[in-house]
Nanobody, 126 residues
Framework: VQLQASGGGLVQAGGSLRLSCAAS????????MGWFRQALGKEREFVAA????????WYSDSVKGRFIISRDNAKNTVYLQMNSLKAEDTAVYYC????????????????????WGQGTQVTVSS
């Protein structure tokens, strides 16, 4: 599985960005997907996750109500719509794929994700 994240950039506080993560995999619908971020000097943290069929999502408290995760299984792509961006959202954003069975549920632990994209930088100026 190869994941390619894109869409990062520089945006003013209050603005929006949409990240995309394209997967090179035969059965994209066989993976739950997650977004994580890592700010300079900090540990990687969970942002959002989405079930294989898109029917369930989970957000960190810090982005709930501002970010929306979605997926298009026909296009092998997961998205992260980021609205009302704040300076503290500045980080490298990573997409990741989780192959565990759906019955286990979504995970916010980076350790449970099998595959990772290369990251895309998001910088929010205040």
């Amino acid at each position: 599985v190869q994941l390619q994240a894109s869409g990062g950039g520089l945006v003013q506080a209050g603005g929006s960005l949409r990240l995309s993560c394209a997967a090179s995999v035969r059965t994209f619908s066989g993976y739950a997907m997650g977004w994580f971020r890592q700010a300079l000097g900090k540990e990687r943290e969970f942002v959002a996750a989405i079930r294989r069929d898109g029917g369930s999502t989970w957000y960190s408290d810090s982005v709930k109500g501002r970010f929306i995760i979605s997926r298009d299984n026909a296009k092998n792509t997961v998205y992260l719509q980021m609205n009302s961006l704040k300076a503290e959202d500045t980080a490298v954003y990573y997409c990741a794929a989780d192959s565990r069975p759906s019955r286990i549920g979504l995970s916010k632990s980076a350790l449970t994700y099998d595959y990772w994209g290369q990251g895309t930088q998001v910088t929010v100026s205040s």
